[in-house]
Structures are given as C-alpha cells and as structure tokens.
C-alpha cells in the first residue's frame, strides 16, 4: 500500500556523494577570463531555483558562525577547521540540485556523515598554513622592529632610527602573511567538492584546486573583481543583499570546480 502521509520527511539521501560515472574528472583546463563571470551567473541560476532553501541554509551558517566566534580563542580556529565540512556538505547540494534534485537546508550538515575524515583533513591543514602564515609574518615583524630596530637606536643614538625600520617591517611582514594566503586560500577553494565528491585524498584535492586555481589565474582574477563589486552592491541595502549573495559565493565554488575539472560546465538538471 503507498505511503499516503502527506507529512513524512523526505526520503532523499542528503549524503550520497556523487558517481564518479557521472562525472570524471578530466582537468584541470583552462578556461577564459570571461568564465568568472559565468561561474557566478551559474551560481545564481542553482540559488533562484531553491532560494528558499539556500537561503535558511546561509542564515543557519551564519548563526553558527557567530556563535563559535563567541568562544575566545577558539572559536576562530574551529570554524577554520569546521568550514571545509560544512562546504563540502553544500557541494552535496549543489552536486543533488545539478541531478535535478531539490537542495535541503539538511545538506549544510552532510559533510559530517560523507568523507568527514578528508573534509576535517582539509580544515587541520588549512588551519596549520594559516598558523605558518600569521607566525612567519608576525616573526619578520618582530625581527625587524624589535632587534633591528633595538640595534639601530643604540647605535646611532636616535630613538628615530627604530621607528624609521617598523613601516618597513610591517610592509615585510605583510607581504609574506599574503604570500601564504593566497596560495592556501587557492589550494582550499576547490577542495572540498573534489573530497566529498569524488573520494579524493585531502593532500591531493588541494594540490588539485591550487593546479585548477593558477591555471585559471585570469578567470578567478575577473571572478574575484566582480565578486568585490557584488559585495559593494550587497552591502548597500542594510547589507540584505549578503543575503544573496554569500549562497551565490558558496554556489560559485561548485560551478567553478565543475568547470574546470569535467568538459562540460555546470547546468540545473530541470
């Protein structure tokens, strides 16, 4: 006899990760300039369709987000360490909303439960490149204003000659915390659908997503362009428009890494 409850909850898999069958990957390629602005579009083509959906999925993140950071110290570094699962379970979605599925609020938590071993892989190395980062920076700092600049003043005499080395330093240490940014944020972009969706070793999917990410240097440079006029744009209207457009970002990393990693790009399966 069929089920006639009209309110069950729905049946749908919100962990099954994707068949590699369905999709092989081939890439990295090269794609042009112009297809950062594609990604994007793509991105809010997925969150029009269940914009309900995403949207209760974002403010959910978000309040959990705020939550964490609440705890001293430690909230920062484990949302470092969370975020790759929570990424990886809306690359979940997305991956379901692609196969003309609909996109569940329950897929934010599905990363938990699918490849949680290389998604919090991903988290403990992000988060030990960013401690290598802040750490190698702030040292140079420290380095330059405090003993080179300790050194010039008893030297010279001149209480001015430490100050005249700090801009320098600081500019120094600047440049190597970015250095290593970028490169990490690059190598963490596309990690986790390559981890939840195709079972791939977090050390591989981010060699993988910083290869996709220089190799499309251009397109990204576009994509991000556009990314900070949205979030001018976003911020106008009581800042209501992040409401947007922080799904269409987290979407975005899905059509990128759809793009750059299979010949086809991403495209709503209704």
């Not at 069929?2 to 081939?26: E, H, K, Q, V």
């Not at 080179?148 to 005249?164: E, I, L, P, R």
Request: hydrophobic fraction near 60%.
């Amino acid at each position: 006899m069929a089920d006639d409850n009209l309110y069950a909850p729905p049946s749908a898999d919100l962990n099954r990760p994707a068949n590699d069958g369905d999709f092989a990957i081939t890439g990295p390629h090269l794609r042009g300039a112009g297809d950062g602005a594609r990604w994007l579009l793509q991105a809010f083509a997925f969150f029009r369709d269940g914009w309900l959906q995403w949207l209760a999925a974002t403010v959910i993140l978000l309040v959990i987000y705020v939550v964490v950071q609440l705890i001293p110290f430690i909230g920062a570094i484990a949302m470092m360490f969370l975020g790759p699962v929570f990424s990886g379970g809306l690359m979940l979605g997305a991956r379901a909303q692609e196969q003309g599925e609909d996109f569940q609020v329950g897929h934010l938590f599905a990363g938990f439960s699918t490849h949680s071993g290389g998604l919090l892989t991903l988290g403990a190395l992000y988060l030990a490149l960013q401690i290598v980062a802040w750490a190698v920076g702030l040292g140079v700092m420290f380095l330059f204003m405090g003993s080179a600049g300790v050194f010039g003043a008893m030297v010279s005499g001149d209480a001015g000659a430490a100050a005249a080395v700090s801009p320098v330093a600081a500019i120094l240490g600047v440049l190597i915390i970015m250095a290593v940014l970028i490169p990490t944020a690059a190598a963490i972009w596309l990690a986790p659908p390559l981890v939840v969706l195709h079972g791939m070793p977090a050390l591989e999917a981010m060699k993988m997503s910083l290869m996709g990410c220089l190799k499309n240097i251009l397109a990204f440079l576009v994509y991000g362009l556009l990314a900070l006029l949205l979030a001018f744009l976003a911020t106008l209207p009581l800042m209501l428009g992040w409401l947007v457009l922080v799904p269409v970002i987290i979407i975005s990393v899905y059509t990128a890494y759809r793009d750059i990693f299979s010949d086809t790009p991403a495209a709503l399966g209704r």
